[in-house]
Nanobody, 124 residues
Framework: QVQLVESGGGLVQAGGSLRLSCAAS????????MGWCRQAPGKERECVAG????????SYTDSVKGRFTISRDNAKNTVYLQMNSLKPEDTAVYYC?????????????????WGQGTQVTVSA
């Protein structure tokens, strides 16, 4: 497994922005498909963004397309999630996730490593 540590969550007003970061250690970072998933109270965990090992291909769930951007810096073993135009329904605990393949999808059960999560709260 890979160890993942998220940072950057917090409280923001609707329409605002936040940038989440996830530092990885433990295995060759560029060989991991990375994702950001979230879980709101009473709801199932959903993965909202993913990026291939090289960073060349990104995927987003429909609810965040055009607002969120996932990126990675393999030299720093870090993946980011830039969140713009935040809405109250984006409120959730956000988790960084990794899968030990260069390719992947937004199926949370396919990831094999998870961070501890960071809270994002968007007020109306």
């Amino acid at each position: 497994q890979v160890q993942l540590v998220e940072s950057g969550g917090g409280l923001v007003q609707a329409g605002g922005s936040l940038r989440l970061s996830c530092a990885a250690s433990g295995r060759t970072f560029s060989r991991n498909y990375m994702g950001w998933c979230r879980q709101a109270p009473g709801k199932e965990r959903e993965c909202v963004a993913g990026i291939t090992g090289s960073g060349s291909i990104t995927s987003y769930t429909d609810s965040v397309k055009g607002r969120f951007t996932i990126s990675r810096d393999n030299a720093k073993n870090t993946v980011y999630l830039q969140m713009n135009s935040l809405k109250p329904e984006d409120t959730a605990v956000y988790y960084c996730a990794a899968r030990y393949t260069p390719w992947g999808s937004l199926v949370w059960a396919d990831f094999d490593s998870w961070g501890q999560g960071t809270q994002v709260t968007v007020s109306a």
